[in-house]
């Protein structure tokens, strides 16, 4: 039940993923002020001082915002997505390349799926005969 719900939310910071960015900039921005008005309260700071004083001890923004992105899964997506988009401009660069690439795992594949399919055939599957283990080699 766990997976699902987990699952559920993941899809749905994917999909909605403008509203999570926002919402955790809002939370942040709400904890800064906060911290601010705190400031003002007890120190008599200005606005601006506050909120400069508030920022340094609070820290990287940006950091607060990546941890929060890994823990909902979003930084692996957001890698992947990177790596995929730098490969293909990679590719798109050294058409050479690119194609001694795909023949390679075409042929490597291929090779692959034939001999698997040797091995099943006469190793690993039986012989569609009422009792296998009851024939005998005549010489």
């Known amino acids: 039940m766990a997976l ?13 993923r403008s ?17 601010a008005e705190d400031l003002i309260g007890r120190g008599g700071l200005s606005r601006a001082e506050a909120m400069r004083i508030a920022r340094l001890e609070f820290g990287s923004v940006e950091k607060y915002k990546e941890e929060a992105r ?5 930084r ?14 990679t590719f798109g660069r050294s058409k050479g390349f690119t194609a001694a690439a795909i ?13 698997f399919s040797v091995i099943d055939a006469l190793l690993l599957r039986k012989l569609p005969v009422k009792n296998p283990e009851e024939l005998v080699v005549f010489d």
Do not use: C, K, P
């Open 103 to 115: 023949a390679t795992l075409a042929l490597g594949i291929g090779a692959n799926t034939a001999v």
């Open 70 to 74: 890994q823990s909902l899964g979003l």
């Open 19 to 35: 509203d999570v960015e926002r919402n955790m900039s809002d939370e942040l921005q709400f904890h800064l002020e906060r911290r």
């Open 4 to 16: 699902w719900a987990r699952l559920r939310s993941f899809w749905h910071n994917v999909l909605h």
């Open 76 to 89: 692996l997506l957001d890698e992947s997505r990177g790596d995929l988009r730098y490969a293909f401009r």
